[in-house]
Protein backbone atom coordinates (compact mmCIF):
# COMPACT_ATOMS: atom_id res chain seq x y z
CA UNK A 1 0.00 0.00 0.00
CA UNK A 2 1.29 3.11 -1.22
CA UNK A 3 2.04 5.92 1.63
CA UNK A 4 1.48 9.43 0.33
CA UNK A 5 2.42 13.15 1.15
CA UNK A 6 -0.96 13.79 3.57
CA UNK A 7 -2.15 16.80 3.52
CA UNK A 8 -2.44 18.06 7.49
CA UNK A 9 -3.63 21.38 7.16
CA UNK A 10 -6.18 23.04 4.85
CA UNK A 11 -3.78 25.45 3.31
CA UNK A 12 -1.22 22.73 3.20
CA UNK A 13 0.52 22.38 -0.29
CA UNK A 14 3.54 20.22 0.45
CA UNK A 15 5.39 18.99 3.65
CA UNK A 16 9.24 18.22 3.97
CA UNK A 17 10.22 15.06 5.70
CA UNK A 18 12.11 15.95 9.61
CA UNK A 19 12.57 12.13 10.30
CA UNK A 20 11.56 8.78 9.82
CA UNK A 21 10.03 6.88 13.21
CA UNK A 22 10.60 4.19 11.30
CA UNK A 23 13.73 2.19 9.42
CA UNK A 24 13.43 0.74 6.11
CA UNK A 25 12.46 -2.96 6.10
CA UNK A 26 10.68 -2.40 9.90
CA UNK A 27 7.53 -4.33 10.13
CA UNK A 28 4.64 -2.18 11.17
CA UNK A 29 1.13 -2.36 12.15
CA UNK A 30 -1.94 0.05 11.81
CA UNK A 31 -1.71 3.13 14.73
CA UNK A 32 2.40 2.80 14.05
CA UNK A 33 3.66 6.38 14.46
CA UNK A 34 6.19 6.21 10.74
CA UNK A 35 6.96 9.98 10.20
CA UNK A 36 7.52 13.24 11.33
CA UNK A 37 6.38 16.06 8.81
CA UNK A 38 6.47 19.45 8.55
CA UNK A 39 3.71 21.38 7.10
CA UNK A 40 3.19 25.11 6.18
CA UNK A 41 1.79 25.38 9.85
CA UNK A 42 4.12 22.83 12.32
CA UNK A 43 5.55 19.36 12.20
CA UNK A 44 3.40 16.43 13.18
CA UNK A 45 3.48 12.87 13.66
CA UNK A 46 1.46 10.35 10.93
CA UNK A 47 0.37 7.07 11.52
CA UNK A 48 0.22 3.87 9.65
CA UNK A 49 -3.35 3.03 8.68
CA UNK A 50 -2.27 -0.44 7.16
CA UNK A 51 0.54 -3.09 8.45
CA UNK A 52 3.40 -5.16 6.48
CA UNK A 53 7.51 -3.92 5.88
CA UNK A 54 8.04 -0.51 5.63
CA UNK A 55 9.59 0.81 2.15
CA UNK A 56 10.99 4.03 2.62
CA UNK A 57 10.95 6.01 -0.98
CA UNK A 58 11.80 9.64 0.20
CA UNK A 59 14.68 10.61 2.16
CA UNK A 60 14.39 13.40 5.68
CA UNK A 61 14.68 16.69 4.59
CA UNK A 62 13.32 16.46 1.17
CA UNK A 63 10.17 17.94 0.34
CA UNK A 64 7.18 16.68 -1.51
CA UNK A 65 3.57 17.82 -2.99
CA UNK A 66 0.94 16.35 -0.83
CA UNK A 67 -0.46 12.96 -2.87
CA UNK A 68 2.89 12.17 -4.01
CA UNK A 69 4.14 8.25 -2.22
CA UNK A 70 6.59 8.72 -0.21
CA UNK A 71 6.71 4.99 1.45
CA UNK A 72 4.93 2.14 0.74
CA UNK A 73 3.87 -1.00 3.23
CA UNK A 74 3.63 -4.26 1.70
CA UNK A 75 4.80 -8.21 2.23
CA UNK A 76 8.40 -9.16 3.83
CA UNK A 77 9.48 -9.31 0.14
CA UNK A 78 9.89 -5.79 -0.04
CA UNK A 79 12.88 -4.69 -0.63
CA UNK A 80 14.93 -1.18 -1.67
CA UNK A 81 16.50 1.59 -0.58
CA UNK A 82 15.70 5.24 0.12
CA UNK A 83 15.81 7.38 -2.86
CA UNK A 84 18.75 9.29 -4.12
CA UNK A 85 20.57 7.41 -0.86
CA UNK A 86 23.24 4.50 -0.44
CA UNK A 87 22.16 1.59 1.69
CA UNK A 88 23.77 2.43 4.38
CA UNK A 89 21.65 5.56 4.77
CA UNK A 90 18.47 4.36 3.93
CA UNK A 91 17.21 3.73 7.61
CA UNK A 92 15.82 6.65 10.20
CA UNK A 93 18.71 8.92 9.40
CA UNK A 94 20.54 8.72 12.74
CA UNK A 95 23.93 9.56 11.11
CA UNK A 96 22.21 12.32 9.44
CA UNK A 97 23.54 15.70 10.04
CA UNK A 98 21.18 18.51 10.94
CA UNK A 99 21.25 21.38 8.47
CA UNK A 100 21.14 24.36 9.76
CA UNK A 101 17.98 25.93 9.48
CA UNK A 102 17.06 22.64 11.62
CA UNK A 103 16.95 24.99 14.54
CA UNK A 104 14.23 27.24 13.49
CA UNK A 105 11.61 24.45 13.81
CA UNK A 106 11.22 24.72 17.19
CA UNK A 107 8.55 27.62 17.00
CA UNK A 108 6.57 25.04 15.29
CA UNK A 109 7.56 22.24 16.30
CA UNK A 110 5.03 19.69 17.42
CA UNK A 111 5.98 17.95 21.24
CA UNK A 112 4.09 15.36 20.84
CA UNK A 113 6.48 14.52 17.81
CA UNK A 114 9.23 14.83 19.90
CA UNK A 115 7.71 12.57 22.85
CA UNK A 116 5.93 10.24 20.15
CA UNK A 117 9.19 8.39 19.85
CA UNK A 118 10.20 6.43 22.93
CA UNK A 119 14.10 5.68 23.37
CA UNK A 120 13.41 5.08 26.88
CA UNK A 121 15.58 1.20 26.64
CA UNK A 122 18.45 3.46 25.40
CA UNK A 123 18.50 6.29 27.74
CA UNK A 124 17.91 4.19 30.77
CA UNK A 125 21.85 3.07 31.01
CA UNK A 126 22.59 7.00 31.54
CA UNK A 127 20.18 8.49 32.90
CA UNK A 128 19.28 10.59 30.56
CA UNK A 129 15.54 10.70 29.15
CA UNK A 130 15.27 12.95 25.82
CA UNK A 131 13.49 12.55 22.69
CA UNK A 132 15.41 11.48 19.32
CA UNK A 133 15.30 14.99 17.27
CA UNK A 134 16.59 16.35 20.87
CA UNK A 135 19.82 14.10 21.09
CA UNK A 136 20.20 15.05 17.14
CA UNK A 137 19.84 18.78 17.63
CA UNK A 138 21.92 18.61 20.67
CA UNK A 139 25.09 16.51 18.65
CA UNK A 140 24.83 19.38 15.90
CA UNK A 141 25.14 22.11 18.10
CA UNK A 142 27.90 20.44 20.82
CA UNK A 143 25.28 20.70 24.01
CA UNK A 144 25.59 18.29 26.66
CA UNK A 145 22.16 16.43 27.33
CA UNK A 146 23.24 16.24 31.23
CA UNK A 147 23.41 20.15 31.30
CA UNK A 148 20.04 20.36 29.90
CA UNK A 149 16.87 20.66 31.91
CA UNK A 150 13.58 18.55 30.78
CA UNK A 151 9.93 20.05 30.24
CA UNK A 152 9.16 17.17 29.18
CA UNK A 153 6.70 14.14 30.89
CA UNK A 154 8.93 12.82 33.79
CA UNK A 155 11.91 15.02 32.96
CA UNK A 156 12.42 14.14 29.83
CA UNK A 157 14.41 16.32 27.01
CA UNK A 158 12.50 17.78 24.71
CA UNK A 159 14.12 19.72 21.21
CA UNK A 160 12.50 23.20 22.54
CA UNK A 161 14.84 22.86 25.75
CA UNK A 162 17.87 21.89 23.82
CA UNK A 163 17.65 25.02 21.69
CA UNK A 164 17.07 27.35 24.83
CA UNK A 165 20.24 25.67 26.02
CA UNK A 166 22.35 26.44 22.67
CA UNK A 167 21.02 29.94 22.35
CA UNK A 168 21.85 30.67 26.45
CA UNK A 169 25.33 29.30 25.42
CA UNK A 170 26.10 30.48 21.87
CA UNK A 171 28.43 33.74 21.69
CA UNK A 172 27.33 36.20 19.32
CA UNK A 173 29.06 35.61 16.17
CA UNK A 174 31.43 38.39 14.46
CA UNK A 175 30.29 39.49 11.08
CA UNK A 176 31.84 37.82 8.33
CA UNK A 177 34.21 40.39 7.10
CA UNK A 178 33.82 41.23 3.15
CA UNK A 179 36.86 40.72 1.16
CA UNK A 180 38.38 42.22 -2.26
CA UNK A 181 40.80 41.20 -4.50
CA UNK A 182 43.31 43.76 -4.66
CA UNK A 183 43.86 46.34 -7.43
CA UNK A 184 40.00 46.05 -8.29
CA UNK A 185 39.79 50.25 -7.84
CA UNK A 186 38.48 52.49 -5.26
CA UNK A 187 35.71 51.35 -2.52
CA UNK A 188 32.67 50.48 -3.86
CA UNK A 189 29.39 51.14 -2.30
CA UNK A 190 29.09 47.84 -0.99
CA UNK A 191 32.72 47.72 0.50
CA UNK A 192 31.26 51.06 3.15
CA UNK A 193 28.83 48.71 4.13
CA UNK A 194 31.46 47.19 6.15
CA UNK A 195 31.39 43.43 7.30
CA UNK A 196 28.42 41.10 6.02
CA UNK A 197 26.80 38.29 8.34
CA UNK A 198 24.19 36.37 6.20
CA UNK A 199 21.83 34.60 8.04
CA UNK A 200 20.03 31.54 6.41
CA UNK A 201 16.02 31.48 7.08
CA UNK A 202 14.54 28.51 8.77
CA UNK A 203 11.83 26.85 6.50
CA UNK A 204 8.77 28.14 8.24
CA UNK A 205 10.37 31.88 7.80
CA UNK A 206 11.03 31.22 4.33
CA UNK A 207 7.07 29.81 3.89
CA UNK A 208 6.22 33.14 5.89
CA UNK A 209 8.07 35.28 3.10
CA UNK A 210 6.82 33.02 0.21
CA UNK A 211 3.04 33.19 1.79
CA UNK A 212 3.48 37.12 2.40
CA UNK A 213 4.54 37.98 -1.39
CA UNK A 214 1.83 35.74 -2.72
CA UNK A 215 -0.62 37.36 -1.50
CA UNK A 216 0.60 41.18 -1.93
CA UNK A 217 1.30 40.12 -6.03
CA UNK A 218 -2.10 38.19 -6.67
CA UNK A 219 -4.82 40.45 -3.62
CA UNK A 220 -5.05 43.82 -4.52
CA UNK A 221 -4.79 45.17 -1.10
CA UNK A 222 -6.83 48.37 -0.14
CA UNK A 223 -6.84 50.03 3.48
CA UNK A 224 -9.26 51.81 5.31
CA UNK A 225 -8.54 53.45 8.88
CA UNK A 226 -10.22 54.73 11.94
CA UNK A 227 -10.05 55.65 15.66
CA UNK A 228 -11.81 54.04 18.21
CA UNK A 229 -12.54 55.63 21.80
CA UNK A 230 -12.10 52.74 24.14
CA UNK A 231 -12.81 54.85 27.11
CA UNK A 232 -15.70 52.52 28.22
CA UNK A 233 -13.56 49.20 27.27
CA UNK A 234 -11.51 50.39 29.66
CA UNK A 235 -13.86 50.91 32.15
CA UNK A 236 -15.35 47.33 31.68
CA UNK A 237 -11.87 45.62 31.63
CA UNK A 238 -11.74 47.08 34.59
CA UNK A 239 -14.54 45.89 36.12
CA UNK A 240 -13.34 42.40 34.80
CA UNK A 241 -10.22 42.53 36.99
CA UNK A 242 -12.06 43.42 39.73
CA UNK A 243 -15.00 40.79 39.92
CA UNK A 244 -12.50 37.89 38.71
CA UNK A 245 -11.23 35.31 41.35
CA UNK A 246 -7.79 34.01 41.73
CA UNK A 247 -6.08 32.61 38.84
CA UNK A 248 -8.89 33.26 36.34
CA UNK A 249 -8.27 34.74 32.88
CA UNK A 250 -9.47 38.39 33.07
CA UNK A 251 -10.08 39.41 29.15
CA UNK A 252 -7.52 41.36 27.68
CA UNK A 253 -8.29 44.71 25.25
CA UNK A 254 -6.96 41.86 22.21
CA UNK A 255 -9.77 39.41 23.26
CA UNK A 256 -12.56 42.32 22.93
CA UNK A 257 -10.93 42.97 19.62
CA UNK A 258 -11.33 39.52 18.59
CA UNK A 259 -15.28 39.02 19.81
CA UNK A 260 -16.05 42.49 18.50
CA UNK A 261 -14.81 41.75 15.15
CA UNK A 262 -16.67 38.24 15.42
CA UNK A 263 -19.73 39.87 15.99
CA UNK A 264 -19.07 42.18 13.13
CA UNK A 265 -17.83 39.25 10.35
CA UNK A 266 -21.54 37.70 11.33
CA UNK A 267 -23.37 40.46 9.41
CA UNK A 268 -20.89 40.82 6.83
CA UNK A 269 -20.29 37.46 5.46
CA UNK A 270 -18.26 38.59 2.54
CA UNK A 271 -15.19 39.95 4.84
CA UNK A 272 -15.60 35.72 6.40
CA UNK A 273 -14.76 34.67 2.79
CA UNK A 274 -11.96 34.27 -0.27
CA UNK A 275 -11.93 34.54 -3.54
CA UNK A 276 -10.96 31.54 -5.66
CA UNK A 277 -11.16 30.86 -9.58
CA UNK A 278 -13.43 33.55 -10.12
CA UNK A 279 -15.75 32.80 -7.42
CA UNK A 280 -16.64 34.36 -3.65
CA UNK A 281 -16.19 31.58 -1.52
CA UNK A 282 -18.23 32.15 2.04
CA UNK A 283 -17.74 30.32 5.10
CA UNK A 284 -20.35 29.83 7.60
CA UNK A 285 -17.94 29.68 11.02
CA UNK A 286 -16.40 32.47 12.46
CA UNK A 287 -12.94 31.77 13.13
CA UNK A 288 -10.67 34.13 14.18
CA UNK A 289 -6.76 34.00 14.09
CA UNK A 290 -4.67 36.04 15.73
CA UNK A 291 -0.55 36.91 15.25
CA UNK A 292 2.11 35.31 17.77
CA UNK A 293 5.46 36.36 17.62
CA UNK A 294 7.53 33.48 18.19
CA UNK A 295 11.19 32.59 17.91
CA UNK A 296 11.78 35.15 14.95
CA UNK A 297 8.98 34.05 13.14
CA UNK A 298 4.91 34.79 13.27
CA UNK A 299 2.16 31.92 13.84
CA UNK A 300 -1.28 32.37 14.11
CA UNK A 301 -3.57 30.57 16.53
CA UNK A 302 -6.96 30.08 15.58
CA UNK A 303 -9.97 30.81 17.81
CA UNK A 304 -12.60 28.79 16.76
CA UNK A 305 -16.37 29.81 16.58
CA UNK A 306 -15.44 33.11 18.24
CA UNK A 307 -18.62 34.83 17.55
CA UNK A 308 -20.22 32.37 19.99
CA UNK A 309 -17.96 32.54 22.87
CA UNK A 310 -18.04 34.75 25.38
CA UNK A 311 -15.29 37.28 26.86
CA UNK A 312 -14.12 34.68 29.69
CA UNK A 313 -13.96 31.77 26.94
CA UNK A 314 -11.91 33.86 24.70
CA UNK A 315 -9.56 35.13 26.99
CA UNK A 316 -8.85 31.83 28.49
CA UNK A 317 -8.40 30.23 24.63
CA UNK A 318 -6.41 32.98 23.64
CA UNK A 319 -3.80 32.73 26.72
CA UNK A 320 -3.90 28.69 26.29
CA UNK A 321 -2.87 28.95 22.45
CA UNK A 322 -0.44 31.60 22.86
CA UNK A 323 1.52 29.93 25.29
CA UNK A 324 1.40 26.80 23.17
CA UNK A 325 2.78 28.70 20.49
CA UNK A 326 6.00 29.99 22.44
CA UNK A 327 6.52 26.73 24.20
CA UNK A 328 6.90 24.90 20.50
CA UNK A 329 3.96 23.01 21.34
CA UNK A 330 1.14 24.28 19.11
CA UNK A 331 -0.29 22.06 16.85
CA UNK A 332 -1.99 22.17 12.85
CA UNK A 333 -5.34 22.02 13.98
CA UNK A 334 -5.21 24.67 16.41
CA UNK A 335 -3.44 26.73 13.60
CA UNK A 336 -5.79 25.70 11.05
CA UNK A 337 -9.00 26.86 10.02
CA UNK A 338 -8.72 30.61 10.24
CA UNK A 339 -11.49 32.65 7.87
CA UNK A 340 -10.15 36.23 9.20
CA UNK A 341 -7.36 37.42 11.27
CA UNK A 342 -6.27 40.11 13.90
CA UNK A 343 -2.69 41.52 14.06
CA UNK A 344 -1.72 43.60 16.96
CA UNK A 345 1.26 45.76 18.07
CA UNK A 346 -0.13 48.15 20.02
CA UNK A 347 2.16 46.21 23.05
CA UNK A 348 5.25 47.55 21.18
CA UNK A 349 3.50 50.64 21.15
CA UNK A 350 3.35 51.41 17.72
CA UNK A 351 -0.10 53.56 16.78
CA UNK A 352 -0.84 52.16 13.56
CA UNK A 353 -0.09 50.35 10.63
CA UNK A 354 -1.18 48.07 7.61
CA UNK A 355 -0.93 44.52 7.87
CA UNK A 356 -0.81 41.96 4.61
CA UNK A 357 -3.69 39.67 4.35
CA UNK A 358 -3.53 35.88 5.10
CA UNK A 359 -3.65 33.83 1.85
CA UNK A 360 -7.37 32.47 1.62
CA UNK A 361 -8.96 35.36 3.67
CA UNK A 362 -10.81 38.45 2.80
CA UNK A 363 -8.90 40.65 5.34
CA UNK A 364 -7.25 41.11 8.02
CA UNK A 365 -7.70 43.84 11.00
CA UNK A 366 -4.32 45.28 12.35
CA UNK A 367 -4.79 46.68 15.88
CA UNK A 368 -2.51 49.69 17.74
CA UNK A 369 -1.93 50.98 20.89
CA UNK A 370 -4.76 52.56 23.41
CA UNK A 371 -3.06 55.59 23.92
CA UNK A 372 -4.55 58.20 26.62
CA UNK A 373 -5.00 61.58 23.62
CA UNK A 374 -7.29 64.44 23.68
CA UNK A 375 -10.52 64.46 21.99
CA UNK A 376 -13.37 66.91 21.21
CA UNK A 377 -16.86 65.72 22.45
CA UNK A 378 -19.73 67.96 22.17
CA UNK A 379 -17.17 70.86 21.41
CA UNK A 380 -15.02 70.52 24.41
CA UNK A 381 -11.61 69.16 24.57
CA UNK A 382 -11.56 66.24 26.53
CA UNK A 383 -8.97 63.17 27.34
CA UNK A 384 -9.99 59.67 26.53
CA UNK A 385 -8.27 56.40 25.80
CA UNK A 386 -7.73 55.96 21.53
CA UNK A 387 -7.03 53.32 19.49
CA UNK A 388 -6.00 53.56 15.86
CA UNK A 389 -6.82 50.80 13.56
CA UNK A 390 -6.28 49.38 10.04
CA UNK A 391 -8.75 47.14 7.87
CA UNK A 392 -6.36 45.59 5.03
CA UNK A 393 -9.39 44.83 2.54
CA UNK A 394 -9.00 42.08 -0.75
CA UNK A 395 -10.54 44.41 -3.29
CA UNK A 396 -11.49 41.17 -5.06
CA UNK A 397 -14.04 40.41 -2.22
CA UNK A 398 -14.48 43.37 -0.69
CA UNK A 399 -15.36 46.73 -1.82
CA UNK A 400 -14.96 50.11 -0.30
CA UNK A 401 -18.07 50.47 1.25
CA UNK A 402 -18.33 46.93 2.27
CA UNK A 403 -15.41 47.22 4.25
CA UNK A 404 -16.39 50.92 5.35
CA UNK A 405 -19.46 49.53 7.16
CA UNK A 406 -17.75 46.23 8.47
CA UNK A 407 -15.09 48.40 10.15
CA UNK A 408 -17.75 50.96 11.56
CA UNK A 409 -19.19 48.15 12.93
CA UNK A 410 -15.99 46.82 14.87
CA UNK A 411 -15.95 50.26 16.09
CA UNK A 412 -19.80 50.53 17.45
CA UNK A 413 -18.94 47.41 19.08
CA UNK A 414 -15.75 48.29 21.34
CA UNK A 415 -17.05 51.94 21.75
CA UNK A 416 -19.73 49.88 23.74
CA UNK A 417 -18.27 47.08 25.06
CA UNK A 418 -21.00 45.72 27.35
CA UNK A 419 -22.76 44.01 24.23
CA UNK A 420 -19.85 41.73 23.83
CA UNK A 421 -20.06 39.94 26.77
Request: charged residues 30%; negative net charge.
Given at each position: ?D??M?R???SME ?10 D???VAV ?12 S??Y??D ?6 I????DETR????T??T ?5 M??T???S??E??S?GA ?5 DD??G ?5 D???DL????L?AD???R?M ?5 KRVA?DK ?5 S????GPN?RI?KA????A ?8 A?V?ETR ?8 T ?6 V ?7 L?Q???RR??ES???A??F???T ?12 A?K ?6 EAV????D???K??A????NH?R?N???RN??V ?5 I ?8 NDS???P???D??H ?8 ES?R ?5 R???I?P ?14 M ?5 F?A ?9 L ?13 GKI??A?L??V ?8 L ?9 A??KS???E?GL?A
Amino acid sequence: MDIVMPRLTDSMEEGTILAWLKQDGDSVAVGDELVEIETDKASMVYESDSEGVLKILVAEDETRPIGETIATVGDASMEGTVEGSSPEESSNGASRPLRDDDSGRDALADTHSDLAVDELAADRDHRIMASPLAKRVAEDKGIDLGSVAGSGPNGRIVKADVTEAATKSRPRSAPVAETRAPGTGSKSTEAKKGGVETVELTRLQQLISRRMSESKATAPHFYLRTEIDMSRAVEVRTAFKEAAEEGEAVPSFNDMVVKATALALRNHPRANGNYRNGQVELFSRINVGFAVAANDSLVVPTIGDADHKDLREIASESRRLAERVRSGEITPPELAGGTFSISNLGMFGVRGFDAVINPGQAGILAVGEIAERPAVRDGKIVSAHLMEVSLSCDHRILYGADGAEFLAEIKSNLEEPGLLA
